[in-house]
């Protein structure tokens, strides 16, 4: 049974970066089936997609982050990662990593639990 | 605000139907048959139960359907049972190869 699991930091300071990893176990990152992805739901809020990458480090990224946004992969490690700069209250959300599958990898069918991230000072 | 719309609520009563509406435009749900929902209980990850508009993944009950007609996707619940009780997301890729999400939709089960 595959399972995803996100780690980092609960707490960020406004304008720093924030740095999560997602580590995948029960299946290989390396799968040439397989990309995968990040999902952020604000507090009461909905889901905004944040990107996908594929293990060979392709990757699509929400227009919206993309200047602040980048998304990675260690195959050595079995995970794969967030970096988010310059974080403003706005970015305030449980952060969710997933495996997007499907022809446009659209489709998130495995999910980690998710981790709260403030941005506080 | 998001780029598909949902309804912020809907209810029902144990054993009735409902249906959830989700729009976009041609260049998302009305371009490609690529049209996801999910359940989310409070405190819980999103659970993917319908996708490509009307299959099953496996182990998902048959009471939630999907369909679509033009630029507007719906998820049918039948049957109505007091454990649907959950917020609903609709998404869709995108022609910009990105995945759009509805704002949600929370159903009430009376």
């Known amino acids: 049974q595959l399972q995803l699991q996100e780690s980092g930091p609960g707490l960020v300071k406004p304008s720093e970066t924030l740095s999560l990893t997602c580590t995948v176990s029960?299946?290989?990152?390396?799968?040439?089936?397989?990309?995968w992805g990040w999902i952020r739901q604000p507090p009461g809020k909905g889901l905004e997609w944040i990107g996908n990458?594929?293990?060979?480090?392709?990757?699509y990224y929400n227009p919206s982050l993309k200047s602040r946004l980048t998304i990675s992969v260690d195959t050595s490690k079995n995970q794969f990662s967030l970096k988010l700069s310059s974080m403003t209250a706005a970015d305030t959300a449980v952060y969710y990593c997933?495996?997007?599958?499907?022809?446009?990898?659209?489709?998130?069918?495995?999910w980690g639990q998710g981790i709260l991230v403030t941005v506080s000072s | 605000q998001s780029a598909l719309t949902q309804p912020a609520s809907v209810s029902g009563s144990p054993g009735q139907s409902i249906t959830i509406s989700c729009t976009g435009t041609?260049?998302?749900?009305?371009?490609?048959?690529?049209v996801s929902w999910y359940q989310q209980h409070p405190g819980k990850a999103p659970k993917l139960i319908i996708y490509?508009?009307?299959k099953w993944p496996s182990g998902v009950s048959n009471r939630f359907s999907g369909s679509k007609s033009g630029n507007t996707a719906s998820l049918t619940i039948s049957g109505l049972q007091a454990e649907d009780e959950a917020d609903y997301y609709c998404?869709?890729?995108?022609?910009?190869?990105?995945?759009?999400f509805g704002g949600g939709t929370k159903l009430t089960v009376l």
């Open positions: 998404s869709s890729y995108r022609s910009t190869s990105t995945v759009e």
């Open positions: 997933a495996r997007p599958i499907g022809t446009f990898y659209s489709i998130f069918d495995y």
């Open positions: 029960g299946g290989s990152i390396s799968s040439s089936s397989y990309y």
């Open positions: 990458v594929y293990y060979s480090g392709t990757t």
């Open positions: 041609t260049s998302d749900i009305g371009g490609y048959n690529y």
């Open positions: 490509d508009v009307t």
